[in-house]
């Protein structure tokens, strides 16, 4: 599988501690049979949208021209990975949703009121005022084909050529300055055999945009003409999960107090070397994690002061565990 770029431009969270998280994973929402999806013209104009999990997912549609879908998210079983063009606009690439699972969701990000490649979501519940996990993300079939192909209104991707989600939260009313975003496509490759398109699910990490009560995702392409991004403003997403118990209430430094122990993580950012101090002994181990959750370092825990050499690793955003035998301490740091 392609390695896909993630990209932050999010103010790094501190220590947290998960109690619980919700999973959107859409499954038992109703279809009337196989390959069809989510359609409701009852309110033309209004939102008709849905709510799975803690979350509510707005779905605007009209019934001009036969019925037409303006914005927001819909529900699909659809299964089409080869037919191109906007008729085929609630079909995964990948043909099925995450993990084999029937159902995922689909966004159409274009705001009917505005006409901005936007989509948004709401939490609902207790998951209101906290950070969200992520989703898996892939391309629907139609922008997917339309940038490998080019079609009647976007030309075929190039090299330089890329195309993006940006994803930011609203807490309290207010649009948050952090966002993080990831490649849906990417041909800025120094090798071009390297460029891709997203045909596979993938994890969407969320956690950098902290508390939140509301998401919106913006898309963008190299692919622009007079009337806007040419490339099909759409994504698919499924398994949306949310922390709606997520402690956040420590302050965002690198010290963490767990049972009798006080923990110190420092410098952060760092470069070559990475500092964890526990007070006692009774860490066993620390683990160094990408955002996916893949391990990249492991160390058996010293009594006190631990080094843990870092400068193989690459620039980016990572978390450390420090483990003991009945409990456990997240802290996230920077790799420059």
Same mark, same amino acid.
């Given at each position: 599988?392609?390695?896909?770029?993630?990209?932050?431009?999010?103010?790094?969270?501190?220590?947290?501690?998960?109690?619980?998280?919700?999973?959107?994973?859409?499954?038992?929402?109703?279809?009337?049979?196989?390959?069809?999806?989510?359609?409701?013209?009852?309110?033309?104009?209004?939102?008709?949208?849905?709510?799975?999990?803690?979350?509510?997912?707005?779905?605007?549609?009209?019934?001009?021209?036969?019925?037409?879908?303006?914005?927001?998210?819909?529900?699909?079983?659809?299964?089409?990975?080869?037919?191109?063009?906007?008729?085929?606009?609630?079909?995964?690439?990948?043909?099925?949703?995450?993990?084999?699972?029937?159902?995922?969701?689909?966004?159409?990000?274009?705001?009917?009121?505005?006409?901005?490649?936007?989509?948004?979501?709401?939490?609902?519940?207790?998951?209101?005022?906290?950070?969200?996990?992520?989703?898996?993300?892939?391309?629907?079939?139609?922008?997917?084909?339309?940038?490998?192909?080019?079609?009647?209104?976007?030309?075929?991707?190039?090299?330089?050529?890329?195309?993006?989600?940006?994803?930011?939260?609203?807490?309290?009313?207010?649009?948050?300055?952090?966002?993080?975003?990831?490649?849906?496509?990417?041909?800025?490759?120094?090798?071009?055999?390297?460029?891709?398109?997203?045909?596979?699910?993938?994890?969407?990490?969320?956690?950098?945009?902290?508390?939140?009560?509301?998401?919106?995702?913006?898309?963008?392409?190299?692919?622009?003409?007079?009337?806007?991004?040419?490339?099909?403003?759409?994504?698919?997403?499924?398994?949306?999960?949310?922390?709606?118990?997520?402690?956040?209430?420590?302050?965002?430094?690198?010290?963490?107090?767990?049972?009798?122990?006080?923990?110190?993580?420092?410098?952060?950012?760092?470069? $070559?070397?990475?500092?964890?101090?526990? #007070?006692?002994?009774?860490? *066993?181990? &620390?683990? /160094? =994690?990408? !955002?996916?959750? $893949?391990?990249?370092?492991?160390?058996? #825990?010293?009594?006190?002061? *631990?080094? &843990?050499? /870092? =400068?193989? !690793?690459?620039?980016?955003?990572?978390?450390?565990?420090?483990?003991?035998?009945?409990?456990?301490?997240?802290?996230?740091?920077?790799?420059?």
């Amino acid at each position: 599988m392609r390695r896909v770029t993630l990209f932050f431009t999010a103010l790094v969270l501190g220590t947290t501690a998960v109690r619980a998280q919700t999973v959107a994973t859409f499954e038992a929402l109703s279809l009337a049979h196989a390959d069809t999806f989510y359609t409701n013209y009852t309110a033309p104009g209004a939102d008709v949208g849905f709510n799975n999990g803690l979350v509510r997912f707005p779905c605007v549609y009209d019934t001009s021209f036969g019925g037409v879908w303006q914005g927001g998210f819909a529900y699909s079983n659809m299964t089409d990975s080869i037919t191109s063009g906007y008729l085929n606009g609630y079909s995964a690439k990948a043909g099925i949703g995450h993990n084999g699972s029937e159902k995922y969701a689909v966004a159409f990000c274009s705001d009917p009121v505005t006409f901005a490649n936007q989509a948004k979501v709401k939490l609902t519940g207790t998951a209101m005022g906290h950070p969200v996990k992520g989703f898996y993300i892939t391309n629907n079939t139609y922008a997917y084909n339309s940038m490998k192909d080019g079609d009647f209104f976007a030309r075929k991707f190039r090299n330089g050529d890329w195309f993006k989600i940006i994803a930011r939260g609203y807490y309290d009313g207010v649009l948050k300055s952090d966002s993080v975003g990831f490649y849906l496509a990417n041909f800025l490759q120094p090798d071009s055999a390297n460029n891709y398109i997203v045909k596979t699910w993938e994890w969407f990490d969320l956690l950098p945009l902290g508390k939140v009560d509301s998401l919106v995702f913006t898309l963008s392409s190299t692919d622009n003409g007079s009337f806007g991004m040419n490339t099909p403003s759409y994504f698919c997403l499924d398994d949306f999960t949310t922390y709606e118990t997520f402690d956040t209430t420590t302050p965002p430094t690198s010290v963490v107090a767990t049972g009798t122990a006080v923990i110190k993580m420092y410098p952060n950012p760092a470069t $070559n070397s990475l500092y964890v101090d526990i #007070a006692d002994n009774s860490a *066993n181990s &620390i683990w /160094i =994690s990408d !955002l996916r959750g $893949n391990v990249v370092t492991n160390i058996t #825990a010293a009594v006190q002061h *631990n080094e &843990i050499n /870092i =400068s193989s !690793l690459p620039a980016g955003v990572y978390l450390v565990q420090v483990n003991s035998k009945d409990k456990k301490a997240v802290m996230r740091f920077v790799k420059q």
